[in-house]
C-alpha cells in the first residue's frame, strides 16, 4: 500500500493560487491516492551512501512558478495592502515534496548520516522527470489499449519547461539532503513519457575534486 503524505491545512494553503537506469520502464501502473499531490509506493527506495544519494517520489513532476502579486496590492501607489505583497504559488507543492521525502529518509536505515550536508562538498544532480502521457497517445484514448503509432516515444517536447522543472526539485531538496543549492556544480536532466502517473528520480552524488 502506498505511504501517503496528507495534505496541508487551508490555513497553510492561503498562498496556493541509484545504479537503477533512470530511464528504464516503470511496469507498474500505481493508481495515486485520493487527494494527494505525491506520495511513495512499495517499490520507491531511499538510498545514501558516503557519496550518493538516490530517490524516487511519485507524482506529475511539477514547474517552479515565477512569484506574484496578492490581489488588492499595488507595488507603486494606490491602495496599501496587507501582509507581504508577493507570493509563491509553488510553495505549497514543495513543502509537500519535502514532506515526502523527509518521510523517505526518517523510515530509511542507515548506519550513516547523509553525507552531503557539508556546504563545502561540490555534488552532481542527475534528475529524471516522467511526465503523465495524455489519454490521446493510446488508441481510442484508452490507457489499456496501447499507444498509438504516432504517439512520442520517449523524450517529452513542449510541455513544461525543463529548467523550472530543475528548479522546483533543487528547492525543494536544498536543506534536507544538501545544504545549499550553490553545492550543485553540474546537472544531468531529461523529461520523458510515463505511462503511469508520473514521477521524479533524482541522485546527487559527491564529486571529485
Not at 10 to 39: C, Q, Y
Request: hydrophobic share 35%; aromatic share 10%; with cysteine.
Amino acid at each position: 500500500m502506498a505511504e501517503v503524505i496528507s495534505l496541508l491545512t487551508d490555513e497553510e494553503d492561503e498562498e496556493d493560487d541509484g545504479d537503477e537506469d533512470p530511464l528504464a520502464p516503470r511496469n507498474v501502473v500505481t493508481v495515486p491516492p485520493a487527494g494527494t499531490f505525491f506520495w511513495i509506493d512499495e517499490s520507491d527506495i531511499f538510498q545514501c551512501s558516503r557519496i550518493r544519494i538516490s530517490f524516487t517520489i511519485q507524482g506529475a513532476p511539477v514547474a517552479l512558478s515565477r512569484p506574484r502579486i496578492r490581489f488588492g496590492y499595488r507595488l507603486f501607489g494606490g491602495r496599501v495592502g496587507f501582509g507581504r505583497p508577493l507570493y509563491n504559488p509553488s510553495q505549497r507543492k514543495l513543502t509537500l515534496f519535502r514532506q515526502v521525502l523527509v518521510s523517505m529518509i526518517t523510515s530509511t536505515p542507515s548506519n550513516f548520516l547523509l553525507p552531503l550536508m557539508e556546504p563545502s562538498v561540490p555534488l552532481e544532480a542527475v534528475i529524471t522527470f516522467r511526465i503523465r502521457r495524455p489519454n490521446s497517445h493510446f488508441v481510442n484514448s484508452k490507457r489499456n489499449r496501447g499507444l498509438r503509432t504516432t504517439a512520442p516515444r520517449t523524450y517529452v517536447v513542449g510541455k513544461l519547461d525543463l529548467d523550472n522543472l530543475v528548479k522546483f526539485t533543487l528547492d525543494a531538496i536544498g536543506g534536507v539532503i544538501y545544504v545549499t543549492d550553490g553545492q550543485i556544480c553540474y546537472i544531468s536532466c531529461r523529461k520523458v513519457w510515463d505511462e503511469g502517473q508520473g514521477s521524479t528520480t533524482c541522485v546527487v552524488s559527491k564529486l571529485e575534486v
